[in-house]
Structure formats: C-alpha cells, structure tokens
C-alpha cells in the first residue's frame, strides 16, 4: 500500500501490532528531472485522451514551473494536474467556436436588427443609413461564410489527425503484446484463434511472426506517415482559427489562474528575471541602494551555484529607526 506520512503515523504507526507487518519504503519527492522524465512518459496518454498534441517544452515548463510556484504540493503530482487542466482547456477550444466567429456572428445580428429598424423610417438619412448597413452585411456575411469554411477544413483535418493516431497507438500497444516471449503461444492472445489454420493442430508460428512483421514495418510506418504529413499541414495553415497544440504559455497561464501571478513573470526566463532585480527593487524601493545591492547580489551568488543548494538564497534582516 502507499500512504503520506502523515496518515502512516495517524493510522498505522500507534497500532504496533498491525504496524510491524509492514516493510517501510520512503518515497521522496521527485526532483524536477525525475518529472520532466515522468510526464513524458504519459504524454502520450493524454494526447490521446485529451485528443490534442503535447510539446516538450510544455512538459519541461509543467514541471519547473510547478516547482518553483506551487509549493504546497508535490511533484509529480503537480506537474501532472498542470498538464492535464492545460490539455482540458486547448480541447474545450477545440470543442467550441472560435472567437473570431463569435464576434463576426453578434456583429451581424446588430446589422440585423438596425436594418429592420431602419427600415421604418422615411428621412433621407436613415435611407442612406440603410444603404450603408446593407452593405455592410453583405460584407459582414461573406465574412462570416469564409471563416466558417476555414474552421470546417481545420475541424475535419483535426479530426483525421486524431483517428489517425487512435490507430497508431492501437497497432504500438499491439505490436508490444504480441513481441512478449510468451505471446505466441498464449491461447489467451487474440490472434491465437484467427492464425490457427484448417488443416493444422494449433498456433501457427509463422503466420503470428508473419503479422508482426506486417504490423511493426508497414501499418506502424504508413501510419506514422500519414500522421506527420497532417501535421505539417496544420502547422503550414496560415489562416488557423485554433490550435491543438498544449505548449509552455498554455502551461503558464494555468500557472498565473492557480498563483495569481501574471503570464508575463511566469514566461520571462529565470537569467531575465536575476540580472534584473536590482533594477526592480531599485523602482520600488527608494533610497536603499546599498541593501538592495546587497540583496541583490546574495540571489545572484545562490543561483549561480556558488552557495549551498540545499540552504536558503539568504537571510537578512534588515535593520534602522523606526519608520525607515
């Protein structure tokens, strides 16, 4: 079983007994290696749940971000609900309409409705009001027409990308069932009953190697293919109205929801962030530039190795009269 420490002392470790059948194995925390590592181990598991495409960056940016701002969790638990919430988010954009038709669709119902009011009117100016709103509906129509054509082709490739790679992960999973040592002659492998021949008393061996062949050299490649080919299609469409790709500012901006800290400091690079903080302190901090250097200068020696990493960036404390 696997238990927190917490719970082990509360539950377990009281009732002696009950406790000394057990074998302690301490698990630690994973290291944001270890995570990087580990979420690219599932990743193609939510790929194919989620039904969108996962970049590395955004695996490495889960887990480093996670760590350095959610400290009141533990990798890889963290890292993984990250990339999870960002995969759910890109997949309900997926599912819904595209901003930019939303908008072309209320601006069309307001050209609408100002026609059939205008239509009322007898005054030189409303005519000519008319004229010009007609106009632009037609406009507003085309508009219209155009994108919704656009996400149609998009939807429809999207759609081909993720049947396509259902088949790709089908055909992995089966090629690595039947590879195993005892696959061949298991009666419980599926293939044990389509391969047995008319005339012959059981498994057939040449046939069952004869499809893994077929499987792992041509359905596997023909299908990778086809995959890579659809990819680069959608990379190459300029007039893209979504994205199915979960990329680093997916990730920090679930990170900026879940810490209130903006998109912006999340995405700017921890070399950016250090080389400018004396500058940052200085435009908040008036009149201190001796202590800011100094504090400044302490992160700087922590994070380019030249103190311990297991001790604090610095400590400080921070002395004169009172209201300073």
């Not at 406009?139 to 939807?155: M, P, S």
């Not at 690079?269 to 250090?274: A, M, P, T, W």
């Amino acid at each position: 079983g696997a238990t927190t420490l917490g719970e082990y002392r509360k539950y377990i470790e009281k009732d002696s007994a009950f406790e000394r059948r057990f074998q302690q194995v301490y698990v630690p925390e994973a290291s944001v290696d270890t995570a990087i590592s580990i979420l690219r181990g599932i990743k193609d598991k939510y790929e194919s749940h989620h039904g969108v495409r996962i970049m590395d960056t955004a695996l490495v940016a889960a887990a480093t971000l996670s760590h350095r701002y959610i400290p009141g969790r533990f990798l890889p638990d963290k890292a993984i609900d990250l990339m999870d919430e960002a995969c759910a988010n890109i997949r309900v954009e997926l599912d819904s309409q595209p901003d930019v038709i939303d908008q072309v669709e209320r601006k069309l119902a307001r050209l609408e409705i100002e026609e059939k009011l205008l239509e009322r009117e007898d005054d030189a100016e409303s005519k000519d009001r008319l004229v010009d709103v007609r106009a632009a509906l037609a406009q507003t129509r085309e508009e219209g027409t155009t994108l919704k054509v656009r996400l149609n082709v998009q939807k429809e490739r999207i759609k081909l990308m993720r049947s396509v790679k259902a088949e790709i992960d089908d055909i992995t999973a089966k090629i690595a069932k039947y590879e195993k040592p005892d696959a061949l002659h298991s009666t419980n492998n599926p293939m044990y009953s389509t391969l047995i021949l008319p005339d012959s008393d059981g498994y057939n061996e040449k046939d069952h190697l004869d499809m893994v062949v077929n499987l792992k050299y041509h359905d596997l490649p023909r299908l990778q293919a086809s995959y890579e080919s659809l990819v680069q299609q959608n990379e190459e469409d300029e007039n893209r109205l979504f994205t199915e790709i979960v990329g680093p500012d997916q990730i920090a901006e679930i990170v900026a929801r879940w810490t209130g800290i903006p998109v912006n400091r999340l995405t700017q690079s921890e070399k950016d962030r250090i080389l400018d903080l004396g500058e940052r302190l200085n435009a908040q901090v008036i009149g201190q530039e001796r202590t800011i250097a100094a504090v400044a200068n302490a992160v700087l020696r922590s994070r380019a190795g030249l103190s311990s990493a297991n001790r604090p960036s610095g400590c400080f404390l921070f002395l004169g009269p009172t209201g300073v």
